[in-house]
């Protein structure tokens, strides 16, 4: 056997090896995809690729050699990821409106492989997961100009899943017209109240008439549908697209850095390290609602934001909603949150995330 010969032997035995080592790694592939659609993760972590692909690239030896791991590890994980997205082409995400809105383009950003399913209102798709018709839901919790998402941070305290990541949306809102229509003809809009919102001293400047609707993409589904060139729909340039309006005017909203935070929600917890978001309740007791606060910070925890809301059940009676940053699963946390039963009449912890994303 000359030198050819035995290299190719070498080759050969080296690939049969490393089929069975394929298999066996594109078999952890799909546990991950498994546990990435019950917890509602993206497939891709950035983080994690970097991390793998600097601990790989230290086991070769031969630096000639290394850049050429590094790109074949690369490749690995492409073929993984491919894989992923094959497998989870069948999750349903819930959104609350229609295609075109907000809420369908996070969906799409988060999970570009998934099935959005567009719900009435904000409890509809909620409530979605919590009856096993979708594997998560996505759905906005605070606007960087109009403030918190009520509705949505009510279900989060009523309700029975978790927030297992937070993702920043840049919000840039539209004019929508029918084809052909001038802004001297345009006597109202129609649009989300957050929506209105954001767009209020524009609205106000032209005098128009303000219209409610359950979303922006419903709002110009309806200006599509009618013939009434007075009215005019506020949203996404993709929901003008989808419902053959046109783009008069674009940027119509006050803050010029309008962004929309958004909250996956899923039946099961993912804990980790990174951030946190929480609930509790104290009682009506002087004090009670700064011990609360100290307890926190006396466990090394760094408090983000402290928010109020009405728990619907008494009047004057609040829930506060907490987002915090450190593990909360380590022992410190679970110290705190124990130290945190003793002076506050309810704690629930909503979930965990590495950190935000902005999508």
Same mark, same amino acid.
């Given at each position: 056997?000359?030198?050819?010969?035995?290299?190719?032997?070498?080759?050969?035995?080296?690939?049969?090896?490393?089929?069975?080592?394929?298999?066996?790694?594109?078999?952890?592939?799909?546990?991950?995809?498994?546990?990435?659609?019950?917890?509602?993760?993206?497939?891709?972590?950035?983080?994690?690729?970097?991390?793998?692909?600097?601990?790989?690239?230290?086991?070769?030896?031969?630096?000639?050699?290394?850049?050429?791991?590094?790109?074949?590890?690369?490749?690995?994980?492409?073929?993984?990821?491919?894989?992923?997205?094959?497998?989870?082409?069948?999750?349903?995400? @819930?959104?609350?409106? %229609?295609?075109? *809105?907000? /809420?369908?383009? +996070? #969906?799409?950003?988060?999970?570009? &492989?998934?099935? @959005?399913?567009?719900? %009435?209102?904000? *409890?509809? /798709?909620?409530? +979605? #997961?919590?009856?096993?018709?979708? &594997?998560?839901?996505?759905?906005?919790?605070?606007?960087?100009?109009?403030?918190?998402?009520?509705?949505?941070?009510?279900?989060?305290?009523?309700?029975?899943?978790?927030?297992?990541?937070?993702?920043?949306?840049?919000?840039?809102?539209?004019?929508?017209?029918?084809?052909?229509?001038?802004?001297?003809?345009?006597?109202?809009?129609?649009?989300?109240?957050?929506?209105?919102?954001?767009?209020?001293?524009?609205?106000?400047?032209?005098?128009?008439?303000?219209?409610?609707?359950?979303?922006?993409?419903?709002?110009?589904?309806?200006?599509?549908?009618?013939?009434?060139?007075?009215?005019?729909?506020?949203?996404?340039?993709?929901?003008?697209?989808?419902?053959?309006?046109?783009?008069?005017?674009?940027?119509?909203?006050?803050?010029?850095?309008?962004?929309?935070?958004?909250?996956?929600?899923?039946?099961?917890?993912?804990?980790?390290?990174?951030?946190?978001?929480?609930?509790?309740?104290?009682?009506?007791?002087?004090?009670?609602?700064?011990?609360?606060?100290?307890?926190?910070?006396?466990?090394?925890?760094?408090?983000?934001?402290?928010?109020?809301?009405?728990?619907?059940?008494?009047?004057?009676?609040?829930?506060?909603?907490?987002?915090?940053?450190?593990?909360?699963?380590?022992?410190?946390?679970?110290?705190?949150?124990?130290?945190?039963?003793?002076?506050?009449?309810?704690?629930?912890?909503?979930?965990?995330?590495?950190?935000?994303?902005?999508?």
């Amino acid at each position: 056997m000359n030198d050819l010969e035995r290299a190719r032997k070498l080759i050969s035995e080296t690939d049969a090896q490393m089929a069975v080592l394929f298999e066996k790694r594109m078999q952890a592939a799909r546990l991950v995809a498994a546990y990435k659609q019950e917890r509602g993760l993206p497939i891709l972590d950035a983080a994690r690729e970097q991390e793998l692909i600097a601990k790989g690239s230290a086991r070769i030896e031969d630096e000639a050699l290394r850049s050429y791991y590094v790109s074949f590890l690369q490749h690995t994980m492409d073929v993984s990821k491919a894989y992923q997205h094959r497998l989870m082409e069948g999750m349903r995400v @819930a959104y609350s409106g %229609a295609k075109g *809105a907000f /809420a369908h383009i +996070a #969906v799409g950003r988060i999970f570009p &492989d998934a099935t @959005a399913l567009g719900y %009435a209102d904000f *409890a509809a /798709a909620y409530r +979605a #997961v919590e009856q096993d018709e979708c &594997d998560v839901a996505v759905l906005p919790i605070e606007n960087s100009y109009n403030g918190d998402v009520g509705q949505v941070m009510d279900l989060a305290f009523l309700g029975s899943l978790y927030i297992n990541g937070i993702y920043q949306l840049q919000i840039t809102q539209n004019l929508l017209v029918l084809p052909d229509t001038q802004l001297s003809d345009i006597k109202q809009v129609i649009s989300h109240p957050q929506a209105l919102g954001q767009c209020a001293e524009y609205i106000r400047q032209h005098g128009w008439k303000q219209v409610e609707a359950v979303n922006t993409a419903v709002a110009a589904r309806q200006v599509a549908q009618g013939a009434d060139r007075s009215l005019a729909a506020i949203g996404s340039e993709e929901a003008g697209k989808q419902y053959g309006l046109q783009r008069l005017e674009g940027h119509i909203e006050q803050s010029g850095g309008n962004t929309t935070r958004f909250a996956v929600f899923s039946r099961s917890d993912k804990p980790t390290d990174g951030r946190f978001v929480m609930t509790f309740t104290v009682s009506n007791v002087a004090g009670s609602l700064s011990r609360a606060v100290s307890v926190i910070g006396e466990h090394g925890f760094n408090l983000m934001a402290l928010k109020s809301r009405p728990t619907k059940n008494l009047n004057w009676d609040y829930y506060f909603f907490v987002e915090g940053e450190g593990n909360i699963h380590s022992p410190e946390g679970k110290a705190m949150l124990q130290e945190l039963n003793t002076c506050c009449s309810g704690v629930k912890v909503l979930g965990s995330f590495e950190k935000e994303t902005v999508i």
